[in-house]
């Protein structure tokens, strides 16, 4: 079997992979990033909408941005609209190319030194001394151990590392969305603004989306919880009937399938010689099911401490806690309170969805956030929400 030694090696060349790998390069790191699939950013298993405030980690840039959404539309069962939008609001942002922008990515970890190579897929993890101390690999059908100081697991929502290494990261069906999304073209869209769509017969435990990809095309999918997915109910005949009823005239150009995990942030992000991060990590607001925007915060907060960890010589799982600290100081609140607010709203009946939806009725909802949001409900209809204000407040 070949041989190899690098300082840190990253399994899954995804966003938080490729942040990851970028930051560790930059301070000085030998990083080799690796990735099964032999394109990175194919196939796509994103929605790919993200919020205005992944300005603060990476610049806009043209060539992956397909539109700009300036606030959401959301239906209630029977059809009542609430409308968000607001500078400042969640809502308001991108919808990216993720073929192109994840390897704009990796093509950054590239250029600040990280080897990249596709193909290639982490089979297992060497270990000693309880210690990982790299992975074993299959590199375009030749099978390679690659030694390391530290492993990065960024392998996503199957992830497998945290497993090898004895991290508890199994999910139960009620803690994953299972997904399917196609991309519609030549229908009619309400340009500039995400839409949701809520209600047991659309998306139980979950929503369907129209996020729009550019004139008059459009990201269309959905996810019902994990515990109500049966071959009778499956996401697919949830979205084809829904597509169906909205857009009968529309095109697939595209279509795909994929799991979110909703579970919240697992209760250990690290180990001896290994870090998990992004999805692997359950790095997604269980609320809304998004995850790009943690991958990109948790992967720069992880190659800084995978840099400072190799160069004291210190690659123990204390030394590494320091990234479990700051990821958890940044942004584990909003994943927590994303869980609870998720148990209780997810299990509303469509009456309830209704009769929140009508107590917005006439109110302009600009400059909220979704916790603003949250407070405004829960003062409109205080015995309604009296369980969400308990675990919130
Ligand atoms: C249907 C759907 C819609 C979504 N919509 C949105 C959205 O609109 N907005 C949002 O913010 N988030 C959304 N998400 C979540 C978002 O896609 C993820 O949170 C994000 O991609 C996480 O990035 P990551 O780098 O952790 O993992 P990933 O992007 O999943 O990357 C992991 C990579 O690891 C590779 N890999 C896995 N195992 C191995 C192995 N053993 N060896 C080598 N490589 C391996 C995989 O091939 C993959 O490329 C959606 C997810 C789904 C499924």
């Known amino acids: ?3 190899e030694r690098r300082d840190v090696v990253v399994v899954g060349a995804g966003p938080a992979g490729s942040v990851t790998a970028k930051k560790a390069a930059e301070q000085g790191l ?5 990735e099964r699939n032999q394109e990175i950013g194919v196939p796509v298993r994103c929605a790919e909408g993200v919020s205005k405030e992944i300005e603060r980690f990476v610049a806009p840039d043209k060539r992956w941005i397909c539109a700009e959404v300036n606030g959401a539309n959301i239906y209630a069962p029977d059809g009542t609209k609430v409308v968000l939008s607001g500078a400042k609001m969640e809502e308001v942002g991108y919808v990216l190319e993720r073929r192109i922008f994840d390897k704009f990515l990796a093509h950054e970890a590239a250029r600040a030194g990280a080897e990249i190579r596709v193909k290639t897929e982490a089979c297992g993890i060497i270990e000693d001394d309880g210690y990982t101390r790299g992975i074993y690999a299959r590199c375009m059908g030749e099978d390679r151990r690659i030694h390391a100081q530290v492993v990065v697991g960024a392998d996503g929502v199957e992830s497998r590392v945290g497993r090898w290494a004895g991290i508890k ?3 139960r069906p009620s803690d994953i969305s299972v997904c399917a999304e196609f991309l519609m073209c030549d229908i009619e869209l309400n340009k500039g603004y995400s839409e949701f769509f809520l209600g ?10 129209v ?14 919880g994990g515990d109500v997915s049966e071959e009778s109910h499956r996401a697919i005949d949830y979205l084809k009937a829904f597509v169906h009823d909205r857009f009968p005239e529309g ?30 990590a359950r790095h997604v607001n269980p609320l809304t099911g998004g995850g790009i925007i943690y991958a990109l915060q948790a992967g720069a907060i992880a190659g800084d401490v995978v840099a400072k960890a190799v160069h004291e010589g210190d690659v123990s799982k204390k030394r590494l806690m320091e990234y479990e600290t700051r ?3 940044e942004f584990g609140k909003r994943l927590e309170t994303g869980l609870k607010a998720k148990k209780f709203l997810f299990n509303l009946s469509d009456e309830d969805l209704n009769t929140l939806a009508h107590s917005l009725r006439g109110v302009e909802i600009k400059e909220l956030s979704t916790w603003a949001l949250l407070m405004e409900l829960i003062q409109r209809n205080p015995k309604l929400l009296l369980g969400l204000a308990k675990v919130l407040l």
């Open 1 to 3: 079997m070949k041989e």
């Open 30 to 34: 030998d990083v080799l990033l690796i």
């Open 169 to 171: 990261t199994r999910l």
């Open 200 to 209: 047991s017969t659309i998306a139980p435990k979950g929503y369907a989306w």
């Open 211 to 224: 996020f729009p990809k550019g004139e008059d095309c459009a990201n269309v999918g959905l996810g019902i």
């Open 251 to 280: 095109k697939t150009m595209a279509e795909m399938y994929g799991v979110v995990p909703l579970s919240g942030p697992i209760s250990e992000s690290v180990a001896d010689g290994l870090i998990l991060v992004g999805d692997a």
């Open 327 to 329: 990821w958890r100081r």
